[in-house]
């Protein structure tokens, strides 16, 4: 197109080369450019004779800019959608088509290979496993634990929350009313209800080398007639040091859990220093480990077992913590990072 104004040739020569570099979501930017901006700017500073006939040709240079992206917006071709997650369409070519990943070069992660030896011990010692949620109500995750209504747990600031009312577990006691059902008949054939409960569980933490949002628990559950304390210390001393290798010395200090009565934190002699004092123990000699204590008797009751006549013992602990004492590890965050430089040491 041709223009009798220099000027406006010049700018109009420029533009249609910037125009054809552009990609095309960014063409309709060229309407909004400098050089055209200014051509409108000048039309204000020209003598009023000069005015009519250079605005004209503006608009015309403009005018042939919007023609030329309109132009390539409807040329565009429209794609039909993909599935994304397809690794290639069946009628590539095979040597066309993308590389996939050997499973030969993956590894069972750290946490996994320690869950087994965990469990390997627990069922050894008499345990069953059942893996708990990542999903569940408010009954299992407070009703069935005797949670009162004001507890502070129940607010969604410390406990994840969906919109609908569903909970992300931040302990695998959530999964003590239906293992208490769920072996119940166990106590009328005179054998105990003896369950240990892995998984998942989240919390609203303020992440750091000893915090993570994200963990992984285990929970252990007894009941039988006549348990009493001793039972609880005697099983969590044999577990440990069998998986620690070493005799251990242990104790307990009183604590609160709505589900427990009475409940106790418990501490063992640091495997590290033996009770010398290190970094990993703060120089105490000891190291706080789980919580756990006598089920209470609501719990009992909720799951349709006679607290009279039946007692039993439950404890939960962070398996990331036991893995990271195991092997010296500094940072929990390790576990998640998907480091491979982490990761290839096991």
Known sequence: ??????????????????????????????????????????????????????????????????????????????????????????????????????????????????????????????FNAVESRQIDDDYHMFGSLNFPEDHPARDDYDTFMTSEGLIAPAHTS???????????????????????????????????????????????VYVDKGVTVGHLIATLKSFLQEYYGKDLEVKIQPFYFPFTEPSFEFTLSCPFCDKAGCAICSYSGWIELLGCGLIHPNVLKEAGIDPKIYSGFAWGGGIDRLVMMKYDIEDIRHFEAGRLSFLRQF
């Not at 080369?17 to 909004?32: G, Y």
């Not at 050089?35 to 004779?49: I, N, Q």
Request: glycine share 4%.
């Open 1 to 126: 197109m041709n223009y009798k104004n220099s000027d406006i040739a010049q700018a109009a020569k420029l533009l249609k080369q910037k125009l054809d570099k552009l990609p095309i979501a960014q063409k309709p930017t060229i309407l909004r450019s400098k050089e055209l901006k200014s051509l409108f700017e000048k039309v204000k500073l020209l003598p009023p004779a000069e005015r009519p006939a250079f605005g004209a040709e503006v608009n015309k240079l403009r005018q042939h800019l919007e023609t030329l992206v309109n132009g390539v917006k409807q040329a565009t071709e429209r794609l039909e959608p993909i599935d994304l997650t397809a690794p290639f369409d069946i009628n590539v070519e095979p040597n066309k088509r993308p590389a996939v990943l050997s499973a030969d070069d993956g590894s069972i992660h750290p946490l996994m290979i320690e869950l087994d030896l965990i469990l390997d011990n627990l069922y050894r010692m008499g």
């Open 174 to 220: 959530t999964m003590q009313n239906r293992v208490l059902k769920l072996y119940k008949s166990n106590l009328s054939h005179g054998q105990p209800i003896a369950v240990a409960i892995p998984g998942r569980v989240f919390r609203n933490e303020d992440v750091d080398v000893r915090h993570e949002h994200t963990f992984y628990q285990l929970e252990g």
